[in-house]
């Protein structure tokens, strides 16, 4: 099983990025997915957490992104995309996308079992 995040780089202030996550040895459909973010110096905070597919279409975003991320999925390439915009220097950070099975590990505990490797966000004039 992987994960590989891509669309990472660095923006201008009020720019966009759209970071994507592929797997491959699951389907992401039976999955809640979850986007978390590591800023530098700081620990690792999430992002928001998605349960698609099957299960109910709920999608739950921190605070200060609300308005400005979303997730968006392509079955067809079993890739979860998060669209950010208006993007700001306290989104920058290593953004991780991650999938747990269990509906009550992801959406309660906020555990996943599976991690992506990352991919940098740097938002900067």
């Known amino acids: 099983v992987e994960l590989v995040e891509s669309g990472g780089g660095m923006v201008q202030p009020g720019g966009s990025l759209r970071l994507s996550c592929t797997a491959s040895?699951?389907?992401?459909?039976?999955?809640?997915i979850g986007w978390y973010r590591q800023p530098p110096g700081k620990e690792r905070e999430g992002v928001s957490v998605?349960?698609?597919?099957?299960?109910?279409?709920?999608?739950h975003y921190k605070d200060s992104v609300k308005g400005r991320f979303t997730i968006s999925r392509d079955k067809a390439k079993n890739t979860v995309y998060l669209q950010m915009n208006n993007l700001n220097a306290d989104d920058t950070a290593v953004y991780y996308c991650?999938?747990?099975?269990?509906?009550?590990?992801?959406?309660?505990?906020?555990?996943?079992?599976?991690w992506g490797q990352g991919t940098q966000v740097t938002v900067s004039s």
């Open positions: 991650a999938a747990e099975e269990n509906y009550y590990r992801a959406m309660v505990l906020k555990a996943f079992h599976y």
């Open positions: 998605s349960c698609i597919g099957n299960r109910d279409d709920i999608t």
């Open positions: 040895g699951l389907t992401l459909d039976n999955y809640v």
